[in-house]
């Protein structure tokens, strides 16, 4: 948790940005929503409720797989100030029935693609939070 607030710190006063997500993944996630006091008693709240999914006032977002060059990281950042999701064309869907036997046997084949770009307005906005244990 430390190192997430140094990230968070660093986004501030190196990248003048308001850190607004922590993106993290399930290993880098799992140990910090497991820790207990000396009592064994849950940090982040009882196993039988969803729990917090904050850190430091700031939302948690799990992501399968968060692109960073080091293992154990995350990523602190300002997503809504500094980053924009620009879509070129819109989800083009095409079905088909025509593939192999998928006629007779009454399947559809389905394909959806997009072209889209995620913008980085101001890359030192994102801090690469290292040191995470797992």
């Not at 006063?13 to 850190?19: F, K, N, S």
């Not at 079905?95 to 959806?112: P, T, V």
Request: proline letters at 4%; hydrophobic letters at 40%.
């Amino acid at each position: 948790m430390d190192a997430i607030y140094h990230g968070i710190v660093k986004s501030r006063t190196t990248g003048r940005a308001v850190p607004n997500a922590v993106l993290l993944d399930d290993d880098n996630f799992t140990p910090i929503r497991l820790l207990r006091t000396n009592d064994g008693i849950y940090i982040w709240g009882s196993p039988n409720e969803a729990g917090p999914m904050r850190i430091w006032g700031l939302n948690i977002v799990i992501a399968e797989e968060v692109d960073t060059t080091t293992a154990n990281s995350g990523l602190v950042g300002d997503f809504e100030n500094f980053t924009e999701l620009k879509i070129r064309r819109g989800v083009e869907v095409k079905i088909s029935d025509s593939h192999s036997d998928y006629f007779i046997k009454g399947k559809q084949a389905m394909r959806f693609s997009i072209r889209a770009a995620l913008c980085v307005y101001r890359p030192a906005a994102f801090v690469e939070v290292t040191g995470l244990t797992t």
